[in-house]
Structure formats: C-alpha cells, structure tokens
C-alpha cells in the first residue's frame, strides 16, 4: 500500500520509494541513510503529532510531521 512515512501507525514497518524533499533536509536524511529501498519502522507518535520517532538502519530518528509526509513509502498491511 503506497502512503507517507507520517501516516505509519506505531509499530508499522514500511520500505522508502522516495523522497519528496530538497536542499539541506534532503541532503541530512540521505546521510542518516534515508535512501529508496530503505526499510523504516514507526516505534512512537507525540501525543501533539509531531514529531514521530522511527527506526532507520538499526538508529531511532525522529521527524516533523511536515518533513516525513514528503517522503513515500510501501506499506506493509498489518502492524
């Protein structure tokens, strides 16, 4: 199921197919390995919404809501 990393519910796991973000922040998440194929996995939402923490390449990160809607993933059905 194609959605963006900011509608994973918490403990849904999903794999990168792009990044919808340029300059700076673009640059930062492809350093902390956010590149396509790349398998993320939601482990906490804000009580507010934002951020959410997620788990990229064995490392938690978390992201504005704002930033992590830019990016595309393939979901997996079930939590």
């Keep these: 199921m194609e959605t963006t990393m900011n509608r994973l519910r918490e ?24 590149i396509e194929g790349t398998e993320v996995r939601c482990l906490r939402i804000s009580p507010a919404g934002s951020p959410m923490l997620y788990r990229v390449r064995g ?4 992201l504005r809501t704002a930033d992590s809607s830019l990016i595309c993933v393939e979901a997996d059905e079930c939590v």
């Design 59 to 62: 490392t938690r990160l978390a």
């Design 11 to 34: 403990g849904q796991s999903a794999r990168i197919t792009s990044l919808g973000l340029t300059g700076e922040l673009r640059r930062r998440l492809l350093d902390f390995g956010l």
